[in-house]
């Protein structure tokens, strides 16, 4: 059982930046890492994610001005968001996917709104 805990969550101008950060209670170096969002009345999304190597991906909306990293030592993954828009506003996830396994769990979301 690996417990995700995000914050650096909170309210921000648009161009400005937010880092989020999501801290495991495992190990998470074989693990797939993302970022999912959800906005208000909205399906969640993916923002981003990063697999055991370093490899990355990005949805096409955050591409250029989202960055996801992690430090397998400190068993974190960051999201270091720049140039925010309004419509970046959502409760944003961490999720941390077990391979092999297939288990994957969930944080319990931290709070980005971005004003105009």
């Known amino acids: 059982q690996v417990q995700l805990v995000e914050s650096g969550g909170g309210l921000v101008q648009a161009g400005g930046s937010l880092r989020l950060s999501c801290a495991a209670s495992?190990?998470?170096?074989?693990?797939?890492m993302a970022w999912y969002r959800q906005a208000l009345g909205k399906q969640r999304e993916s923002v981003a994610s990063i697999i055991s190597g370093g490899t990355t991906n990005y949805a096409d909306s955050v591409k250029g001005r989202f960055t996801i990293s992690r430090d397998n030592a400190k068993n974190t993954v960051y999201l270091q968001m720049n140039s925010l828009k309004p419509e970046d506003t959502a409760v944003y996830y961490c999720?941390?996917?077990?391979?092999?396994?297939?288990?994957?769990?969930w944080g319990q979301g931290t709070q980005v709104t971005v004003s105009s």
């Open positions: 495992g190990r998470i170096s074989r693990m797939v």
């Open positions: 999720h941390a996917l077990a391979v092999p396994g297939g288990y994957d769990y």
